[in-house]
């Protein structure tokens, strides 16, 4: 194919990514997003297989055939609770990918005596970030696996050590502008930014992780950027900038919605509060059970519901019975709405994936700002599986570590319904006085069960 027309067709494939991120926006535009990044990737792929600078295909075979063996398990078998990790592992694989490209460049260039300086700031950028990327993404797989401790691993000087890794990172790229040939020193940066990684993730506590899988996202794009300047090809700098800025973009607006500074979500060790501090937080008082019977009775007679899934739900893979449990509240005539939190689960848009995917209608679906006005006028809220982002101590309580979280309004509500296993807490290992309100009565079981003993019990009240 003539090099216009794959510089065309590169063009159509970034105008491709760029509509598909639009979309996905949306939950109700989400798929056709996804569908549009596809085509767009299979237009890149299709053009860059006619470069001229492709000396044999059988390796190219190879490799798209082990990547489709990997991929398409992870595509279709991975749990919708284990995606965080499934894109970290998927961020570990492209930055391998731009670390080897920028591996074997520079071997090429060096055995072939044409390393220049310009191309080793592009190959330099693109091992460090690919480097970092590979084995922080690793690490953040393992911890949310649980292959590795969850916990934050915190030593002292720990971030002084990272800042000597980082600026001896940064000596080595600049010692190689000056002295390309200096193969050993290209090695040591690449071992350091992999070391780099490793510790940047150890203190992190797994339940930050997402916001961590979002910013390493950013670093592959960036590493993808240095890729397409090292050997000059455009959608790979175009998809770069892309995946970088919306890594980031996306990184700041979670630890905003967890009102954490980004700072304090990559040092701050968030989850190794001691027990002082998460006994000062101590909710007072006592937890009011109740039967499916009992809560049943009250959604039966209720005239409008609002439904607060939250990360028990996900465990549960409880999101068909909410929806179902819903569709027989609707049909005794009251108004059911879902309430929508930005950080409920453990992944950015975690429940709006769950409940679309259980065939709740978009526009039932209500974004926390929206909601909050209507919580007054509801007569159940029914909590499953949410803990952090139902707490009012994030309101009234400036000791409590979720101080200053925006949470949804359930106890607005004229009752409140919680379903939980028991009294665990969340994410952020506060107690929660929702838990205690005398409005409030708990359903204690797993959230698929209750789900369906509240349903049956709904049915015949
Ligand atoms: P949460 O605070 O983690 O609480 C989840 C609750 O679900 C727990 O209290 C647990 O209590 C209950 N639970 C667990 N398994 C269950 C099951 N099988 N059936 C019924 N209940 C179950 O969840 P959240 O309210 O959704 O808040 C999310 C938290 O994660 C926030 O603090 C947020 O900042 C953080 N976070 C979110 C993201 C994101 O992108 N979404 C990223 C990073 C961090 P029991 O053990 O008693 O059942």
Known sequence: MNEILIQLAYLLAAFLFITALRALGRPDSARRGMQLAAFGMAVAILATLFQARIVSYEWIVVGAAMGAIAGYPLGMWVPMTAMPQRIALSHAFGALAATLVGIGEYTIGLSGGTLVRSNLAALGLEVFFGGVTVTGSLMAFGKLQEILPGQPLIFRGQNILNALLLAACCCCAVWLIAFPTH?????????????????????IGGADMPVVVSLLNSYAGLAAVATGFAI???????????????GLILAIAMSRAMNRSFANVLFGAFGSTDAATAAAAAAEGEMSRTTAEDAALRLAYAARVIMVPGYGLAVSQAQHQMREL??????????????????????????????????????????????????????????????????????????SPVFGMPILKVEDAKSVLVLKRGKGKGFSGVENDLFVDPKTSMLFGDARQSLLDLALQVKVA
């Open 183 to 203: 193969a050993v020193i290209f090695s040591v940066m690449v071992a350091l930014a992999a070391l780099l990684g490793i510790l940047f993730v150890l203190p």
């Open 326 to 399: 819903g569709e027989l509240i609707e049909k005794r005539g009251a108004d059911v709405r879902y309430a929508i939190h930005p950080v409920a689960g453990r992944m950015p848009g975690h429940m709006n994936v769950l409940l679309a995917e259980a065939g709740v209608p978009y526009d039932k679906l209500i974004d926390m700002d929206e909601i909050n006005e209507r919580f007054v006028e509801a007569d159940v809220a029914i909590v499953v599986g949410a803990n952090d982002v139902v707490n009012p101590a994030a309101r009234t309580n400036p000791a």
């Open 232 to 246: 000059n090809n455009n959608i790979l700098i175009i998809v770069g900038a892309l995946d970088g800025l919306s």
